[in-house]
């Protein structure tokens, strides 16, 4: 598989995530967002795990929680705080800042040398988001601040941690996703019973905004981001989650009348060169670093 393909499968997870919000507005019953993250995650991890036929082993178990909980189990409790805490646009605002949290981790943890193009890429992605979702009239609240840098702090660690690992040899993409997301489901599970409840009626409408979340929103998403965090660049993905808040922005002013700016048209300009700017700048340049890609490539295709 060559590197503009594997860029563009990882690329559909972020693009089906930035329907969520307007799937959960338009579809699923009002105040019970952390029941969608909950069906999300864990009957996609649970059919994930039965397609795969493989169970984690070893420090596996611990892992496979760790990354759980740090990719979907903690960022979804976070994320909706911030929600109910901050307008939208300063949320995806703050969201747009994890690719210089994934730089910075980066180099913490993996040692990686930080590259002047990739964090000029990324403060250009985060200016360029910022443009897309602020508006005159955004407002501040410390503690949603706090819930939104936690959020994307939480899944930056993740993408590291999911690159520093890697995936047991025999083990395929679906079912490392699996364990992922059945482990950040189980997670969630009493914090959405004990602290949200369930909704009195359930729709036609939301068995519908459920179903796109747990297959195209989570199955299907989460074992093409996992699978490209570890063949990409570790800023690869950093970059791709960019398009989340400009996929939301955009089917809020095509399907929802939303209204768009100058500004706004400025700013999604500044991120898609960010994106393409990112990932040229982020690939593998060393033949060191294109054996080691290969390598990883072939793995992946045997498990």
């Known amino acids: 598989m060559n590197r503009l393909t594997l860029v563009l499968l990882t690329a559909v997870a ?18 019970h967002p952390m029941l969608a993250g909950l069906l999300r ?4 991890g649970l059919i994930a795990l039965a397609i795969g036929r493989t169970v984690p082993s070893g420090w596996w178990w611990l892992k496979s929680l760790a990354l759980g909980v740090l990719n979907i189990g903690a960022f979804f ?8 805490r901050l307008p939208g646009g300063v949320a995806a605002a703050v969201a747009g800042a994890q690719p210089l949290i994934v730089l910075a981790l980066s180099a913490l943890v993996l040692h990686d040398r930080i590259r002047p193009a990739s964090a000029i890429a990324a403060l250009a992605g985060a200016a360029g988001v910022g443009l897309v979702v602020l508006g005159p009239d955004a407002a501040l609240d410390g503690l949603g601040i706090l819930a939104a840098l936690g959020g994307v702090s939480s899944t930056g660690l993740g993408i590291i ?8 040899a025999g083990v395929g993409p679906i079912a490392y996703a699996g364990w992922q997301l059945t482990a950040g489901g189980l997670f969630l599970l009493p914090l959405t019973l004990g602290l949200e409840g369930l909704p009195s009626r359930i729709d036609g409408d939301a068995v519908l905004g459920y179903l796109w979340l747990g297959t195209v929103g989570g ?3 989460y074992t093409l981001w996992f699978r490209g965090i570890q063949l990409l660049p570790v800023m690869a993905p950093g970059l791709l989650a960019l398009f989340s808040p400009i996929v939301a922005t955009v089917l809020g002013v095509v399907l929802a009348g939303e209204a768009f700016s100058g500004a706004q ?7 898609l060169v ?7 700048v982020s690939s593998p340049r060393r033949s060191g670093e294109r054996a080691s890609m290969a390598a990883a490539e072939r793995v992946d295709v045997r498990a």
Request: charged share 10%.
């Open 41 to 44: 995650a864990l009957p996609a």
């Open 265 to 271: 048209a400025l700013g999604i300009g500044i991120v």
């Open 219 to 221: 199955l299907i998403a």
């Open 77 to 84: 409790p976070l994320l909706f705080l911030a929600a109910e």
């Open 274 to 280: 960010a994106l393409v700017g990112g990932q040229i």
């Open 14 to 31: 972020p693009i089906s995530w930035g329907t969520t919000y307007l799937v959960t507005t338009e579809l699923l019953p009002v105040g």
């Open 161 to 168: 941690l999911t690159k520093r690992w890697g995936r047991p």
